[in-house]
RNA sequence: GCUGGCGUAGCUCAGUGGUAGAGCAGCGCACUUGUAAUGCGCAGGUCGGGGGUUCAACUCCCUUCGCCAGCUCCA
């Protein structure tokens, strides 16, 4: 073999290496190590996601990801989704087959068939998926003539969906690729993995209805969602946490400690706030105004409703209408519930002319608004109809922006880190198609977000074209503690409210200008944050936030007066605690007051009485043993006005 | 809006043509108790609403309301 038969394939890190032309992408992964030939999924070659059979031969830059890549796992749950429709096909010939792609969390295939699926039914394909897997079917792509593909699935496999694909969607390929595993075919561009032995280990989810093509007068599917990895506690992992979501669910934690209702016979979407959750929603209020306060804001009070010339100056009437309340007539006028408190922040502005020596102007509402939201998205706290807004609106002059702008973002890592969230991530919108406001506005505020985010060494990902079509925006995005991404924040520009409102102030310069308005929300909603907060906590929530604190619990009538004394003491320190007078079994009182998830339980019987100490029991973490009650209540409170977080 | 599932006691759920059941919670009585359920008893429902079939409907049929999941993530 001569020197030119040889490629030159570079690595990632910088290093390359010549191997013989067509060789594969899977024999340069034996070759670096059999560890990495087991785990790479799929190779990146020249900057195009290929199959790692693929002949390679010409010089190139080849990457490769296993399953812990974005792109692996792609390709895991993409190749599983094939190895499903193959199983499908042996149980219940006929089938036919809509589209079937890997999704955030694994990936479904959309079928056809007389039959309907049943959960019975899932447990068998998933055996048939796995036995597909021990026959260690090879993957084999085939290019052909989009022609061909055609005649292909009008004849020899006969299936109107990939035909309309290709008819369709595919029509202006030339070529088109087909997927061979053993007897089952389909139309894919893949990649895919090397062989079905890959497939190790996968649970199918659901059943559910969906249209072709997403049209709902089109022929409905059953779509099988399913999931898989490569190791067994991975999957075991998920199905883990798929139950510790379910068991967290906000709306039965909520019923369960008595937190919160809602009453579809008193209006879908409106949430009652019960005597356990007011406490906590007072907790977080009085945090978040002394937070604001302290972080140099200032709180207003605006009203729920306006007339329609409010309405009509800022714009909503013309494009928000269809989720607004609809209005009430009052002489004559037509008043409309808040959807959002942005005009109400501007009237207060233009109350007086304005001097740069004012700005900036932070001001902060929990304004309540009124949203209509369509019956079909409702969900317990977290899609709601009348909500309270941690609203802020910013007024600034341009020299300002970006320090404002640094300020809202600490400001928000400081109330998430306080209330239990650390893990953050950064979302930046830039200009979409249709907006407003001159272009040299939006190139300023959208440095200045940039310069904010890296001024404070932050990372964040790009959704260009993303921004409201008054500004662009940073979003936040917060994990809770089963590592799910729940947006919260959001951080505007508006270049459209000023100007509709003309706001304006005087420069150093004597003349008008046109100051920067920020709108700004942290928790997003008071409504949609309890609800992930109960999730978060799972119930237990820390001891500054739990509506019950302590509860005092006499081991017999004997001790009441003492377990009385004690009470009155707790009380009196300013922590809420309540007195367990009930004659029942010790057993029975801790129980109860587990389930409540109540921080913390003190014990007494005549050892506590005679040695006037106390026993105390922390929730989920039992018995802590004897105390001084005053040293006890000292660590209460301190635990307290840290918002210590367990 | 569409498809599917669900709607029975305060809560969690069973019942499937012969006029409704359990556990928990509640109330009463007994028990005076040492770290996640003491025992016995009582009470509690127009089986989501309306209509129909039937001698008889929680059950079957029609209709309506609500809740839940999905209907966007492109061969």
Redesign the pocket.
């Known amino acids: 073999m001569s020197n030119n038969e040889n490629i030159k394939i570079t690595f990632p890190d910088g290093n390359s290496k010549e191997f013989p032309k067509g060789t594969s992408s899977l024999d340069i992964a034996k070759s670096i190590s059999k560890g990495l030939a087991e785990d790479v999924l799929v190779a990146e070659v020249n900057g195009k996601l290929v199959d790692l059979v693929m002949p390679i031969n010409e010089d190139s830059s080849v990457k490769f990801y296993k399953f812990a890549d974005d792109e692996g796992r792609k390709v895991y749950w993409h190749t599983t989704s094939h190895i499903m429709a193959q199983a499908v096909e042996e149980l219940f010939p006929g089938a036919k087959f809509g ?6 969390n694994g990936f ?1 295939y959309d079928v056809d068939s007389e039959h309907r699926f049943t959960d019975e039914d899932l447990v068998k394909i998933e055996e048939r998926m796995l036995d597909i897997a021990k026959r260690d079917l090879v993957t084999k792509r085939e290019e052909l003539k989009r022609e061909d593909a055609i005649a292909y699935f009008k004849s020899k496999r006969v299936d109107p969906y ?1 035909v309309e ?2 008819e369709d ?2 029509k202006n ?1 030339e070529y ?2 087909l997927y061979h595993q053993g007897g089952f075919t ?4 893949g990649p895919h993995m090397p062989t079905t032995a890959k497939l190790k280990n996968v649970k199918l989810l ?1 059943v ?4 072709w ?4 007068d089109r022929q ?1 599917l059953q ?1 099988i969602y399913g999931i898989s990895f490569p190791k067994k506690k991975e999957l075991d992992d998920y199905i883990h946490l798929l139950e510790e979501a379910e068991k967290r669910d906000h ?2 934690i909520g ?1 369960q400690l008595d937190l919160y209702s809602t009453h ?1 016979e008193a209006g ?1 979407g409106l949430v009652y706030w019960h005597p356990n959750g007011a406490i906590i929603r007072m907790e977080l209020e009085d945090f978040w105004r002394k937070a604001h306060t302290d972080g140099n804001y200032e709180l207003l009070f605006t009203p729920h409703m306006g007339k329609s010339w409010l309405w009509e100056t800022s714009g909503h009437l013309d494009f928000y209408k269809d989720s607004m309340y609809s209005p009430m007539e009052i002489d004559e006028q037509l008043y409309y519930m808040k959807p959002m408190n942005c005009p109400f922040h501007i009237m207060i502005y233009k109350t007086h002319l304005r001097s740069y020596k004012d700005l900036p102007l932070r001001w902060a509402e929990l304004g309540t608004v009124y949203r209509y939201e ?3 998205v ?3 706290l977290l899609r709601v109809r009348g909500f309270t807004q941690d609203d802020a609106h910013i007024f600034c002059t341009n020299e300002q922006i970006e320090s404002e702008i640094i300020e809202v973002i600490r400001f928000a890592k400081y109330v998430f880190h306080s209330l239990g969230f650390d893990h953050m991530n950064y979302y930046l919108s830039t200009k979409p198609e249709k907006a407003v406001g001159e272009d040299s506005l939006w190139v300023k505020a959208t440095d200045s977000l940039i310069n904010a985010l890296k001024h404070e060494g932050l990372d964040y990902k790009l959704d260009e074209g993303g921004g409201a079509f008054y500004g662009p925006k940073i979003d936040i995005k917060i994990k809770d503690a089963l590592g799910r991404e729940w947006q919260l924040s959001t951080i505007q520009f508006d270049f459209n409210l000023p100007e509709r409102f003309d706001l304006k102030y005087i420069g150093e310069d004597g003349k008008e200008h046109r100051p920067f308005m920020v709108h700004r929300a942290l928790l997003g909603s008071m409504e949609r944050f309890f609800g992930i907060l109960i999730e978060h906590y799972a119930g237990a929530f820390p001891l500054w936030l739990a509506p019950i604190q302590v509860a005092v619990m006499p ?4 001790q009441l007066d003492y377990a009385k004394e004690v009470y009155h003491k707790i009380r009196n320190s300013g922590l809420r605690v309540q007195l367990d007078e009930r ?6 009182k ?2 109860d007051w ?2 409540k998830k109540v921080p913390y ?1 003190i ?1 007494l ?4 009485m005679q040695a006037g100490n106390i ?1 105390v ?1 922390a ?2 973490k ?2 802590l043993g004897k105390f001084e009650l005053d040293a006890f209540i000292s660590s209460l409170k301190e635990e307290k006005d840290t918002k210590k977080i367990n």
């Open positions: 589209v079937g792609p890997p999704i955030e479904y990939k694909i290709l969607i595919a390929e088109v690729s389909d139309l894919c561009r659901s559910s209805g969906s249209y093509r997403g049209d709902s409905q779509r709306r039965k019923k579809e879908a369509k019956s079909g409702l969900h317990g081991i017999a009538d004997a004659r029942e079994k010790i057993g029975y801790i129980r587990e389930t339980m014990v019987g005549d050892k506590e026993t029991r929730h989920k039992g018995d």
